[in-house]
């Protein structure tokens, strides 16, 4: 089993709706979460960074952190073409060796 | 605040050469971190250096090496080029200490292995 588990996708949304995109893990210890946002051929943009659990709101973006179910979420509202990306997933317990999902690959249709 | 920078943007070398990835940190991040990104594969922890030394590396051979420079800015190389170590190379930086700050990635270098 996979420390980070994150769906492939395509996830295809038409413009304007409300996104979720999710991780689930098996290490108890992760305590820092992270979404990044990776256009083709750039590097990983860093979107949001939370600690334990609960909810950061920035802007369009809300991020979740379920700590009991070993969940995490990143939400997108009111989605744009621009969104088209792969949303990756990131944590650590707080040492230097951070765990990436594979990444989600989301297209808002104009 | 300038961000990650990484030079060259790509590289382009043959099986059996040698290349040198560049990589700058973000100002006051002592941290420098080197992923492989290859096509299809999730990010691979390559190497990690701290205050100009070696702090742990992955599951890669010693072929792969880097450095730290006083400035804490960082070089990564890799020996003997093989056909599998096309990918997008990424460099990141982290302020002192990995807990409680996030990593910032640069847009990469791309080796091209012929």
């Known amino acids: 089993q996979k420390e980070v588990e994150q769906d492939p996708g395509p996830l295809s949304v038409p413009e304007g709706a409300i996104v979720s995109l999710n991780c689930t893990y098996s290490n108890s210890a992760f305590q820092y979460f992270m979404w990044y946002r990776q256009y083709s051929r750039k590097g990983p943009e860093l979107l949001m960074y939370t600690y334990s659990s609960g909810n950061k709101e920035d802007g369009r973006f809300t991020a979740q952190v379920d700590k009991s179910s070993k969940y995490i979420s990143l939400f997108i509202r009111d989605s744009q073409p621009s969104d088209s990306a792969t949303y990756l997933c990131?944590?650590?317990?707080?040492?230097?060796?951070?765990?990436f999902g594979t990444g989600t690959r989301l297209k808002v249709l104009a | 605040e300038a961000g990650v920078t990484q030079s060259p943007t790509h590289l382009i070398k043959t099986r059996g050469q040698q290349a040198t990835l560049r990589c700058s940190p973000i100002s006051g991040h002592t941290s420098v971190y080197w992923y492989q990104q290859a096509l299809g594969l999730g990010l691979q922890f390559l190497l990690w250096?701290?205050?100009?030394?070696?702090?742990n590396r992955g599951n890669f051979p010693p072929r792969f090496s880097g450095r730290q420079f006083p400035n804490y800015s960082s070089e990564l190389n890799v020996n003997a080029l093989e056909l599998e170590d096309s990918a997008l190379y990424l460099c990141a930086s982290s302020l002192p200490g990995p807990a409680d700050s996030p990593l910032h990635f640069g847009n990469g270098t791309r080796l091209t292995v012929t």
């Open positions: 990131a944590m650590t317990s707080g040492t230097y060796k951070y765990i």
């Open positions: 250096y701290d205050e100009g030394e070696e702090r």
